[in-house]
């Protein structure tokens, strides 16, 4: 059954300087979730804010007729897109549920 990132493009960190860099930090997390997250065969979709400003940047992993996870306080860089994907499709390979397994780089 499939899951998707829904990945927060506005998220913007404490420290985010427009003019040194135009995108968002929510941007660039998202261009680096959706490159491993298609090769992965993991869905994604990008919202305009979720509403966890405080916590940036956000995603959430979801699927039908499974628990939905909302996840935070990411960097954008490689390695948490890496271990945001690795745990979407953990989601996509379980019947109704996934424990965060240890060690794979997210905060849960």
Known sequence: MTSWITICDTCKRENWD????????GEILAGLIESRAE???VKTRRVSCMMGCARACNVAVQGPGKLAYVLGTFEPTAENAK???QYAALHQGSPRTVKCPTGNGLKG
Do not use: E, H, N, S
């Not at 427009?18 to 930090?25: E, Y």
């Open 83 to 85: 271990a945001i994907v």
């Open 39 to 41: 090769a992965a065969g």
């Open 18 to 25: 427009p003019v040194a860099q135009p995108l968002t930090d």
